[in-house]
């Protein structure tokens, strides 16, 4: 938490307000978690290996990759045409647009651990996970992610996908859909359900989980090679399930560094990535470390 706030702005714990709640959002959440259920009764290895596939794309590239690392943080550059590429697939992981999620990210980042921090810990770790995501203004706080995102906002794709996110994930469900039903027509033990149930509703919710784990998780348990003003950690468990992200701590230390490893053990395949892209001239200009860590 940052010394300079004072006693009386201490963050205090935030629970569910069902006046505030944002309908849609807990609606598709809960839709999402209750199509799981499923998950035992149309399982599938090529729906397996589809979700797994999809996971890669929607969360490594679509979320960490270019909603993080790229938009929020410019550690990189791309050509617009890809750049605009990636922001449809981070929009298929179906965590709001790219307007909201990038200004409410930078927020996190401005207000760390204080009262103001949208998602942290201090206010409860439910809270911190996805509790304030179910709020229309998230304890009532002083912004807006527009605002955090004005370089976006001047951009009318982006403000366009940032409105109607939910097309490329129903364009992703139908096409599961139809793969599913024309792999079993090739003799495959599957269906359409089984492809939509494993390609959307488990593989959503298993990177709605990885991307909170970071807010929640990466700010309670782990160690630190910083001695940043809030309680960022490193954790490896959470660096697993969303490919390099869980090196929390490393990432609040030196905030546009493309890489968020910086010991020999803290794989970040996020960066193996942005690299190889770099090798095929689809990333340039790949912003270093500069700041060495602390300990
Ligand atoms: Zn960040
Ligand atoms: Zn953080």
Redesign the pocket.
Known sequence: MSAHITAAQRPQRRGLSVRSLDWPVVIGITIAHLGCFLAPFYFSWSAFVVAGALVWLTGAIGITLCFHRLLTHRSFKTPKWFEYFLTALGCTACQGGPIQWVGTHRI??KH?DDPNDPHSPTHGFAWSHVFWCLQKHQGGLPWTAANAARDLCRDPYMRLLNRFYIVPQIVVAVLCYVGGEWAATLGLQTSGLSWLVWGVFVRTVFVYHATWF??SA??TWGYRNYKTD?C?TNLWWVALLSFGEGW?NN??GDQRAAAHGRRWFEIDMTYWTIRMLGLVGLARDIVSCKRPADA
């Open positions: 996190h980042h760390s970071v807010n990466s700010h809030d960022s929390h990432h609040h």
